[in-house]
């Protein structure tokens, strides 16, 4: 049902990657997922913790209008902020470049409670345009800080040096092994690699936190612009009639498909050399395979294992995410 191939590529027999539907409402952590080595060393030691040795690199598609932060600023953009008079406390003398954004991040994370609700209380006594093209951190401040006590160090952190990002229906973050992100509000479809590896931070109580030191030596600095932070749609190669588009981040474990039909469309997709897990995310569509019929009424899930053909139809209209390991990519 996973495929030989697909099997001899990974290892193992498991399915490498995990879809979810998330509805945010709240701010989630400021986290991120260690890479492999760290994970097989991290589960080793401690695999009450860290339940498995695997990376975690995921994708978020949104759903609707999405709000995350994810990946740092420019170099340039995180220095001009930093020398607002609440933040110089936390920059490292030297030249600035990545090593000093690792210094600031873990200056903020270990700053004293009272000292991170002075840098927040100093920053929302500026104007808007003190923060330069970053306008939004003067709106944001009073939001994030209702939901989190000022004392909460990822405020400095996600406000002062991450990208923040406003993604429309159809739209795709993309976050590495090891790359720091927080989502703030909007249903997505999430896909990662099969892992349960989290260090947090922030946007949560001080008890859950992972320690500053561990997750600041595992900061990656890609992506370092709001772009890099994305993946655009291209067409699905094996779509026959040109309905799904295909998402493909930079790793390995998986892809995402998006098959949008209208009322009376249809879509025949090619068989892939992998399994493949179905969300019937709205409408009604039926799907034919193995000379069956189905019917993919909203909310119901499907699994499509190598090899097989899918007919799709919709008589009002569907939209349908997929993700699928694929032993060829």
């Keep these: 049902m996973v495929g030989k191939s ?7 027999s498991k399915i490498p990657y995990l879809p979810k539907v998330l509805s945010i409402a709240k701010a989630l952590p400021l986290q991120l997922h260690p890479n492999k080595e760290l994970a097989a060393e991290l589960h080793k030691k401690d695999p009450q913790n860290f339940t498995d040795p695997n990376h975690k690199p995921e994708i978020a598609l949104a759903l609707s209008k999405f709000e995350a932060f994810c990946g740092f600023k420019p170099l340039s953009t995180i220095e ?3 020398k607002l008079e609440p933040l110089k406390q936390f920059v490292p003398s030297g030249s600035f470049n990545d090593e000093a954004l ?15 609700k002075s840098a927040m209380e100093g920053l929302s006594k500026l104007q808007s345009s003190d923060f330069g093209k970053d306008t939004y951190i003067k709106e944001l401040i009073p939001r994030l800080t209702e939901q989190y006590d000022q004392t909460d160090p990822g405020h400095l952190v996600a406000l002062i040096t ?3 990002l406003v993604l429309q229906p159809n739209e795709c973050l993309s976050i590495p092994a090891d790359g720091i992100h927080a989502y703030l509000s909007g249903d997505i479809i999430e896909c990662m690699a099969r892992s349960n590896n989290v260090l947090n931070t922030g946007f949560c109580p001080t008890a859950e936190r992972s320690s500053a030191e561990l997750f600041c030596s595992c900061l990656t600095f890609k992506p370092h612009t709001p772009e890099d932070c994305t993946v655009a749609g291209e067409k699905f190669p094996n ?3 040109g309905k799904t588009t295909l998402f493909r981040p930079p790793m390995s474990e998986f892809n995402m498909l998006v ?3 209208e009322s009376g469309d249809k879509d025949t997709l090619s068989p892939i050399d992998g399994p493949t897990m179905y969300i019937a995310t709205s409408g009604d569509a039926s799907m034919k395979a193995n000379g069956q019929s189905f019917d993919m009424t909203e909310g119901t899930t499907w699994f499509i294992a190598p090899g097989v053909e899918v007919e799709l139809e919709s008589k009002k209209g569907a939209l349908l995410h997929a993700a699928y390991a694929d032993a060829s990519t």
């Design 239 to 241: 779509s026959k009639n």
């Design 102 to 116: 690792r210094s600031v991040v873990r200056n903020m994370l270990e700053a004293p409670e009272d000292t991170v």
């Design 162 to 164: 991450m990208n923040y």
């Design 259 to 261: 098959t949008k039909l």
């Design 80 to 82: 001009a902020l930093l």
């Design 6 to 12: 697909v099997i001899s590529k990974f290892g193992h």
